[in-house]
């Protein structure tokens, strides 16, 4: 780690939104008439749910809760537009009678999985921003991270272990794009039967963007100041910082330590007491990329928050 005045890996523009829509959602339908909710079961036969989709959805039925349930992707091709939802569901329902299914009563949204997604000028910047968010803390979440570099973060509730939201890489995901190009960030609403709104409603920009918000804003919130970065520019930022006045000698000397064995040898406690100790000076280790490369974590959900409230320039 020779000493160097100048960073090694120098900061991009902040990523662009390619993408911004829905991708799954769930419709509900209630049965109330016993001559529909028979003809229904029948129609769907003992496993209770249609063979074949309708208009790209899978079809169920729940008999003891007299409902009918639709789930798919709104858009043909492709994400749809939030606006576009209402449209979406009265096709969908007009090819569900059209298969010989009655569709009863509205039962609003059960499931929507907002999504946008991002592109990275340098694959490997989305690379180190997938392997910092899978290291923030946010609060009353907890993170599940697959793949090493991380390929998918979920987010889940912390006592419940729901999942609510996730970013993934969308590129690999769909053999699109090389690893780290494209980024996804994803949130996951399931709405219970109190909570379930009607598609008009869902379609308004202020309640579509106020769910995507209330997910991602604490993310972004999180990772204000963080910067993820692979060891040798870490290494760099902690001189820096002993240059600076920000850091001790000795504290740097702590810190890469144990940067540089890679937590191998560290109780629990230890590796997350070094690593909060890193957040708290900004730092985010993204773990196990080697190339010379930082990005800062907040400016990539603030661009996916910007996107979806349609102020993205």
Same mark, same amino acid.
């Given at each position: 780690?020779?000493?160097?005045?100048?960073? *090694?890996?120098?900061?991009?523009?902040?990523?662009?939104?390619?993408?911004?829509?829905?991708?799954?959602? #769930?419709?509900?339908? +209630?049965?109330?008439?016993?001559?529909?909710?028979?003809?229904?079961?029948?129609?769907?036969?003992?496993?209770?749910?249609?063979?074949?989709?309708?208009?790209?959805?899978?079809?169920?039925?729940?008999?003891?809760? #007299?409902?009918?349930?639709?789930?798919?992707?709104?858009?043909?091709?492709?994400?749809?537009?939030?606006?576009?939802l209402h449209e979406a569901?009265?096709? *969908? *329902?007009?090819?569900?009678?059209?298969?010989?299914?009655?569709?009863?009563?509205?039962?609003?949204?059960?499931?929507?999985?907002?999504?946008?997604?991002?592109?990275?000028?340098?694959?490997?910047?989305?690379?180190?921003?997938?392997?910092?968010?899978?290291?923030?803390?946010?609060?009353?979440?907890?993170?599940?991270? +697959?793949?090493?570099?991380?390929?998918?973060? +979920?987010?889940?509730?912390?006592?419940?272990?729901?999942?609510?939201? !996730?970013? +993934?890489?969308?590129?690999?995901?769909?053999?699109?794009?090389?690893?780290?190009?494209?980024?996804?960030?994803?949130?996951?609403?399931? @709405?219970?039967?109190?909570?379930?709104?009607?598609?008009?409603?869902?379609?308004?920009?202020?309640?579509?963007?106020?769910?995507?918000?209330?997910? @991602?804003?604490?993310?972004?919130?999180?990772?204000?100041?963080?910067?993820?970065?692979?060891?040798?520019?870490?290494?760099e930022h902690l001189r820096?910082?002993?240059?600076?006045?920000?850091?001790?000698?000795?504290?740097?000397?702590?810190?890469?330590? @144990?940067?540089?064995?890679?937590?191998?040898?560290?109780?629990?406690?230890?590796?997350?007491? !070094?690593?909060?100790?890193?957040?708290?000076?900004?730092?985010?280790?993204?773990?196990?990329?080697?190339?010379?490369?930082?990005?800062?974590?907040?400016?990539?959900?603030?661009a996916a928050l910007a996107?979806?409230?349609?102020?993205?320039?």
């Open positions: 780690m020779a000493s160097s005045n100048s960073h *090694l890996a120098a900061k991009n523009g902040r990523p662009s939104a390619v993408e911004v829509g829905i991708d799954t959602w #769930r419709i509900v339908r +209630y049965l109330d008439d016993a001559r529909e909710l028979r003809k229904a079961c029948v129609r769907v036969g003992p496993a209770g749910i249609l063979p074949e989709k309708v208009a790209g959805h899978r079809v169920g039925v729940l008999p003891a809760h #007299r409902m009918l349930w639709a789930e798919g992707h709104p858009a043909v091709e492709g994400l749809a537009p939030p606006a576009t569901e009265e096709r *969908l *329902l007009d090819a569900l009678a059209d298969a010989g299914l009655p569709v009863g009563r509205a039962g609003g949204i059960g499931r929507l999985d907002q999504t946008v997604t991002l592109e990275f000028d340098d694959p490997r910047e989305g690379l180190c921003f997938m392997a910092g968010i899978a290291a923030v803390d946010v609060p009353r979440v907890k993170p599940a991270v +697959y793949g090493r570099p991380p390929e998918t973060v +979920y987010f889940l509730a912390e006592r419940s272990g729901r999942k609510l939201a !996730r970013v +993934y890489d969308k590129g690999a995901e769909s053999n699109t794009a090389p690893p780290g190009r494209l980024v996804r960030l994803e949130n996951q609403s399931r @709405f219970g039967k109190e909570a379930r709104m009607s598609s008009e409603t869902i379609s308004s920009p202020e309640v579509s963007e106020a769910l995507f918000k209330a997910r @991602f804003a604490p993310v972004a919130a999180s990772c204000e100041g963080l910067t993820a970065a692979t060891l040798p520019v870490l290494a820096e910082r002993v240059r600076d006045g920000k850091m001790t000698a000795r504290e740097a000397e702590r810190l890469g330590g @144990f940067l540089l064995v890679g937590g191998e040898g560290y109780s629990r406690p230890t590796r997350w007491r !070094r690593r909060r100790e890193l957040r708290e000076h900004g730092l985010v280790l993204a773990d196990p990329l080697t190339d010379p490369i930082e990005v800062d974590l907040a400016e990539g959900v603030e996107a979806w409230a349609g102020d993205d320039g």
